[in-house]
């Protein structure tokens, strides 16, 4: 049974930093691609970034572009968000989660996404 552990969200001002972790426990870590979606009150689920299962290829969605770095560490199961310039409009529930096709990666659609945590929420205040 694989799991998922997210772990840094919290609330900060607008302009500073948050650093999202994740680690995944109970499955072949270095072979899924992995994603951060997020989820604001009453919208949709939406894609923030992936990243490959080497860590050698990453995509962002263009709300984070420059602002966000999708990384991992394979040796730590973990993967990780770093996240800058922060706006109110981050608002959000942050989610990791992870594709078991090794084959594939920058899925930007949640529901290709095997493996999912429950989420930790980032507050940025105005």
């Known amino acids: 049974q694989v799991h998922l552990l997210e772990s840094g969200g919290g609330l900060v001002q607008a302009g500073g930093s948050l650093r999202l972790s994740c680690v995944v426990s109970?499955?072949?870590?270095?072979?899924?691609?992995m994603g951060w979606f997020r989820q604001a009150p009453g919208k949709e689920r939406e894609f923030v970034a992936s990243?490959?299962?080497?860590?050698?290829?990453?995509l962002s969605a263009d709300s984070v572009k420059g602002r966000f770095t999708i990384s991992r560490d394979n040796a730590k199961n973990s993967v990780f968000l770093q996240m800058n310039s922060l706006k109110p409009e981050d608002t959000a529930v942050y989610y990791c989660?992870?594709?078991?096709?090794?084959?594939?990666?920058?899925?930007?659609?949640?529901?290709?996404?095997?493996?999912w945590g429950q989420g930790t929420q980032v507050t940025v205040s105005s």
């Open positions: 990243i490959n299962w080497s860590g050698g290829l990453t």
């Open positions: 989660a992870a594709d078991s096709d090794r084959l594939r990666w920058g899925i930007q659609r949640s529901r290709e996404y095997d493996y």
């Open positions: 109970g499955g072949t870590f270095s072979s899924y691609s």
